[in-house]
């Protein structure tokens, strides 16, 4: 067998970024992975354990630039290397541009995006020494694609991080890839508490050529292949992973 891979993941503790840790430990890989939620993290850490494998939970609230700092630094010591940043963390709040305030959006912002800026200059170094590096940032299709009402920061954040994938994809190269994966509707907890009105996840549903909405695994396996050696090829791309959702040029016929 050839040497074990090592990850460091962000939002690791639910949603999407458990997927993803779920995915890449399964694949073999030691993963760190980090979250605000310190119970939720030891819960996680100690069920990959229990099955085997090399996982370890580390807080981290990514608001705070010394926590990215920190955070990286514990990763690499803890995993003596590192391959692959796969950075998750995100939120998504509700306020409409008439309420929302400049601590709304800075707060969404700083979460979603300064993060990522932080988290991929201050892994760099190691992605690079390890030869194989690569960064996935998990976008959306809303921002990038499409808006949604009430989430205009949310929208901005994810258009940003794209933007920055592409950079960093050209100032890394050709050591390091740097792609993202955009998810369309993807049934997590965060989700179902936005969609909470009676009717409104049936609607969303309606409308996804796949006939179902999209799942942490779904997003999980892409994040794996641009984890891997069999990526190398690709980079400053964003894979749209949507059950068709973005295809209908009119939604619904």
Known sequence: MGETRTALVTGGTRGIGRGVVDRLAAAGYAVV???????AGAAAEAELQGRGHRAVFRGADLVDASAVTQLVDAAVEELGSLDVL???????P?????????ADWHRVMDTNL?????????????????GSGRIVLISSITGPRTGIR??????ASKG??????RAAAMELAPTVTVNAVAPGTILTDSLAELY???????SVTAIIPAARLGTPADIAATV????????????GQSITVDGGQTIPEVQGA
């Open 114 to 130: 300064t993060s990522a800026f932080l988290l991929v200059q201050h892994t760099a170094p190691h992605l690079i020494a390890s």
């Open 86 to 92: 796969c950075h998750a963390a995100g939120i998504y």
């Open 196 to 202: 909470a009105e009676p009717g409104v996840m049936e």
């Open 160 to 165: 940003g991080l794209e933007g920055l994938m």
């Open 94 to 102: 509700e306020h409409p541009l008439a309420e929302m305030t400049a």
């Open 150 to 155: 009430g989430l205009a920061h949310y929208c």
């Open 224 to 235: 794996e292949f641009l984890a891997s050696h069999d990526s190398g090829f690709i980079t």
């Open 33 to 39: 992975f980090s979250g605000r939620d310190d119970q």
